[in-house]
């Protein structure tokens, strides 16, 4: 973004943050991720280690911090003096958020994470030198470093032949994290091109909605407001663009993490309503 | 003096009319810029040379006689092209769909029966090869340069050449062209192709 062009695009620019800010997008890709059905059975973290070849790195190095699961599982137990097994847990399935102010674009050194024109936060691994200065400054966690040359051990033969040719096995020295199954979206929107027509809601979802047993994740284009997921963010009046929701119903579910500090993120959660603490 | 004259000679057309010589010369390059590609304004092939190593293959595979002699489609063997991300090799069977009957005399077509024989295809080495972190597909590609703009079917070697250079010069395929970012990113600059590092980088 030189001078010369801030000059002469001044307009474009200023647009209103709820209108994407700087940014023009074609698509924004969003989630809902509905707390009351998630059964916290990890199916999302498992689809999502085959989808996207990710490493297992078995117990000594993830007790360390380094394992590479994109989609996490976090459990809470929110309800104070009860232990286990009269306290159940709740669960919170946690990747990246694809935020639209996202605190890791700008502090790359490379420009190896920018922001894609649909709204997704991108990772370029060939540009990625591995300062983790985006991992540090993310408030969710979820940008993980490869500190070892995993394609080594993790794939033993005949393993390899699982790994997914639609994107790259990650080297020593890379920072990743969740893409939204860009390899996906990729396929759907050449595909809707050649086709001459636009990408359809529901045409494709990622790993982690697919393999969903109880669907509580919904994947889809908030810029659709045909699309299942914004339907869902209206129905619970989550709008994007602020950093603190203004509902008429204070019962509705809807919220996104760390809204307060405006990153504007892209999954919305819903609340899970406990009548037992089991 | 030279300036004395071109100001004298220019003069008289300065106001709107176009000076004879000027006007010929313009209408010769543009003639031989749009024969010499067989492209309009609208493409621009993209430039850039690249010193490829010949690759022996386990049959010497004519392209120069299967294009320029027999004119038979690129698409007609590499039949994936406009459909999928690869263009495809084609199967054993598709050679032998001729070659039980043309040119059975001859020692390549004598290897690729043996292979046919076997049951066995002959492995074909691959040429042009990007990085395995690069998406590219050939299926949008042809849609851009050839479907989207009526450019007739049965001239795509030209589009094709586009990035694999004349290979209906060459017998066995080898690689012309530098097929690396910047040359990728230079034709996308010309011809209006996505600069998303995503689209391409995976």
């Known amino acids: ?278 | 003096m030279v300036q004395w004259i071109r100001t004298r000679m220019f003069r008289k057309y300065a106001h709107g009319a176009f000076h004879p010589v000027s006007l010929g010369v313009a209408l010769i390059l543009a003639w031989s810029m749009m024969t010499s590609t067989g492209f309009a304004a609208d493409v621009q092939p993209p430039g850039g040379v690249h010193k490829g190593v010949d690759v022996e293959q386990p049959i010497e595979f004519p392209h120069n006689i299967h294009v320029e002699v027999n004119k038979i489609n690129c698409m007609y063997c590499h039949t994936y092209a406009r459909r999928s991300k690869v263009a495809g090799i084609p199967p054993t069977s598709k050679c032998m769909g001729c070659h039980k009957i043309i040119a059975t005399d001859k020692p390549r077509i004598q290897k690729l029966t043996e292979y046919w024989q076997k049951g066995e295809s002959p492995k074909w080495k691959k040429v042009h090869d990007v990085p395995d972190f690069v998406h590219f597909t050939h299926e949008r590609h042809l849609k851009k340069f050839v479907f989207d703009r009526d450019y007739p079917v049965e001239d795509v070697k030209e589009v094709c050449a586009f990035c694999h250079g004349q290979i209906k010069e060459m017998t066995v395929a080898k690689k012309v062209k530098p097929l690396n970012m910047g040359w990728c990113a230079g034709c996308h600059e010309k011809n209006g192709g996505p600069g998303d590092c995503w689209k391409c980088h995976k």
Request: aromatic letters at 10%; one cysteine or more; charged letters at 25%.
């Open chain 1, 1 to 278: 973004m030189s001078l010369k062009n801030v000059m002469e695009n001044w307009s474009a620019y200023r647009k209103d943050a709820e209108a994407g800010g700087h940014h023009t997008y074609e698509h924004r890709w969003a989630m809902s991720i509905n707390l009351d059905l998630c059964i916290g059975c990890n199916a999302c973290s498992t689809a999502c280690y085959a989808e996207n070849n990710l490493a297992v790195v078995g117990p000594e190095r993830f007790a360390k911090g380094q394992a590479m699961h994109w989609m996490r599982i976090e459990r809470y137990w929110d309800v104070e003096d009860k232990e286990y097994p009269d306290q159940g847990a709740s669960f919170l399935p946690m990747m990246c958020q694809q935020c639209g102010a996202a605190t890791c674009e700008p502090v790359c050194p490379v420009a190896a994470t920018y922001h894609t024109p649909d709204g997704l936060n991108a990772q370029v691994y060939n540009r990625c030198i591995g300062s983790r200065y985006c991992s540090n400054n993310c408030p969710f966690r979820v940008r993980y470093f490869n500190f070892y040359s995993y394609y080594e051990s993790a794939w033993p033969e005949p393993m390899h032949l699982q790994l997914n040719p639609d994107l790259s096995v990650r080297d020593k020295g890379v920072m990743e994290k969740c893409t939204f199954c860009v390899q996906r979206i990729r396929v759907a929107k050449d595909k809707a091109k050649i086709e001459n027509r636009k990408v359809k809601d529901g045409e494709f979802t990622t790993a982690c909605a697919q393999a969903c047993p109880t669907s509580a994740i919904v994947f889809g284009d908030t810029m659709d407001p045909e699309s299942k997921v914004s339907m869902l963010w209206k129905q619970h009046q989550v709008t994007r663009a602020v950093y603190k929701q203004h509902k008429e119903d204070p019962e509705l579910r809807g919220y996104r993490i760390f809204e307060e500090l405006n990153v504007d993120p892209s999954v919305m959660y819903l609340e899970r309503v406990r009548d037992t603490t089991v």
